[in-house]
Structures are given as structure tokens and as C-alpha cells.
């Protein structure tokens, strides 16, 4: 082996280091956890090997609960988000005065702590001994009746949790997607103008194919966010989210280990690997499509 490729592997040490000891470790003990069965914590042992595991999760209640919820989250909140910011994106684009102060007000939200915006959407939805809540207030000033959004049937705490992830995840796309607006050649415009292009064509035509690849980007890190969703759930219902029928995938794996029915690190690790698989399942599927349709 030459000197400079000694030397190279030596600056990558520390990184590939730091690597195998808090990722490939961590998963290849996740691994072995699933197949233990009847594995005890406190006494390290376990009875036998086997997809027990993987049974007893994929037939409990709250694990499908999970992941009914999240993917409800998926479906809902990465196509809305993406649709809505790269409106905002195209509005903010078109804007010259205050420009920058619109594209900060827009990214407040992504640099403030979650559970502080949880409180105030909590304040906005949730029916206390002394009011309704401010989008109840709303409701009935049209006619309609008051809805308990956090404590209250099913389709309305998933429509907070929806409304609320989406404005989170919402300023980090504004900012990459007006990012990438700017970076379009303008000369494309020109042409189009010149040719007296009708704008959704020069939208469809010019503008979505040249940020394509950046819009995959968001769609991808938008999927994967939304199926390791859990702090969002939190911030609105609690800890106990299984008692209000709002827990995650995330959330059953923490629960099987640190919650009320914690110190199962075995039914965890299962669940964490069906998180895992049903992620690189649908990272394939639009790496697959985007060979068709992301322009690089």
C-alpha cells in the first residue's frame, strides 16, 4: 500500500471509528436482539432464537395502531407540505420588496423548540374548563359545534397532529426550495418570455424539471422524517400516547423499552427492523421512479 493511501486511511480512522461504534454496532446488536426470544434484561438471557418476535409485534394492537397513525402522517403530510411550500417558495420567488423578511418569518417556526409550539397549538385546540379554544371559537361563529381536537374522537387529533407536522417541516422546504429557484438559469425564462409561453407551461416545462432534483430531495428526507415521527406526538398528547390511540412506530419501540411497559428490548428491536425495512421499501420505490422523472 503506498505512503499517501496509509496516510489518508489514518485521517479516516477517527470517523470510521466513531462510525462502527454508535451505528453499525448499535444495528448489528438490533439484529440479534429480534431473534432472541424471551430475552431478560436483567439477567442477559433468553430461551431460544426464532421470528417470535417479529410475530408477537406484528400482532399487537398498539404496533398496528402505530402504524396505521404513521402512515396516516406519511400519506397526508409529505405530499401537503411539499405542494404547499413550493407554492410559498414560487410566491416568495416573485416577491421583490421584503423578500428577506418574508423567507424569516417563514422560517421561525423551524428554529423554534417543538414542545413550545406544541403548547401553543395546544392553546389554538384544546377545550378547557374555560374555553373551547381559539379554532373552536371559529367554528361556532360559522354555525358549527365545538370539537375537543386533543381529547376527542380519532379523525380530529389526527387532523391536529397532520396540520402540526406540516407547519413544522414546512420552513425547512420554503428555504431549500426558494434556494433552488434562485439558482435557475433565468435565461429560460427569457426564451419563454420571448415565445410568449403560457406560465404553467413554462412551470411544467422549465421550472419543475430544473429544481426536480432538489424536490426528490425533499420528498425522500420528507418520507423517512415522517415515519421516525414521535416528538410531534408527544408535544400535543403526552407520553401516553397508546391511551390516546396517537402513538407511532418511533413511539412503540421507546415504549418497549423505557415506558410503562418497557424493558423489552427484543420486541423493540423487531419493531425498529419492520420500521427500517418498510423505509428502505419506500426509498427503492422513489429512487425507482425518479430515474424517470428527477432531471440532473
Not at 415565445?195 to 430531495?217: C, E, G, N, Q
Not at 422524517?225 to 421507546?254: C, E, H, P, R
Request: proline share 4%; net charge positive.
Amino acid at each position: 500500500m503506498k505512503k499517501s493511501n496509509i496516510k489518508a486511511w489514518l485521517y479516516l480512522l477517527p470517523a470510521l471509528v466513531f462510525l462502527g461504534v454508535f451505528m453499525v454496532y448499535p444495528l448489528f446488536d438490533v439484529v440479534v436482539y429480534s431473534f432472541e426470544e424471551g430475552y431478560n434484561s436483567a439477567s442477559q438471557s433468553f430461551f431460544g432464537t426464532g421470528l417470535y418476535n417479529f410475530s408477537y409485534v406484528l400482532h399487537d394492537p398498539y404496533f398496528l395502531q402505530a402504524v396505521k397513525n404513521t402512515f396516516i402522517l406519511v400519506i397526508i403530510t409529505v405530499p401537503v407540505s411539499t405542494g404547499l411550500s413550493l407554492l410559498i417558495s414560487l410566491a416568495l420567488s416573485s416577491i421583490q420588496k421584503l423578500k428577506d423578511l418574508f423567507q424569516t418569518l417563514y422560517f421561525l417556526p423551524y428554529v423554534t423548540n417543538t414542545l413550545a409550539v406544541g403548547l401553543v397549538f395546544m392553546i389554538l385546540f384544546k377545550k378547557t374548563a374555560y374555553s373551547d379554544g381559539l379554532i373552536n371559537l371559529l367554528i361556532n361563529i360559522f354555525g358549527g359545534q365545538s370539537v375537543d381536537f386533543i381529547e376527542g374522537p380519532y379523525w380530529a387529533k389526527m387532523l391536529v397532529l397532520c396540520i402540526y407536522t406540516i407547519w413544522i417541516v414546512m420552513p425547512f422546504k420554503i428555504l431549500i426550495l426558494t434556494s433552488s429557484l434562485a439558482s435557475v438559469n433565468q435565461d429560460y425564462y427569457k426564451v419563454a418570455k420571448v415565445d410568449a409561453t403560457p406560465k404553467w407551461r413554462v412551470f411544467t416545462k422549465i421550472t419543475l424539471p430544473m429544481i426536480s432534483p432538489m424536490l426528490f430531495y425533499l420528498i425522500i428526507t420528507g418520507f423517512i422524517g415522517a415515519f421516525k415521527a414521535y416528538s410531534d406526538a408527544v408535544a400535543l398528547f403526552g407520553v401516553n400516547l397508546n391511551a390516546q390511540g396517537m402513538n407511532t412506530i418511533v413511539g412503540y419501540v421507546l415504549d418497549m423499552l423505557y415506558g410503562n411497559s418497557g424493558g423489552y428490548p427484543s420486541y423493540a428491536s423487531a419493531a425498529a427492523l419492520i420500521l427500517f425495512a418498510i423505509v428502505l421499501t419506500v426509498t427503492v420505490i422513489n429512487l425507482l421512479v425518479s430515474k424517470k422523472k428527477v432531471y440532473y
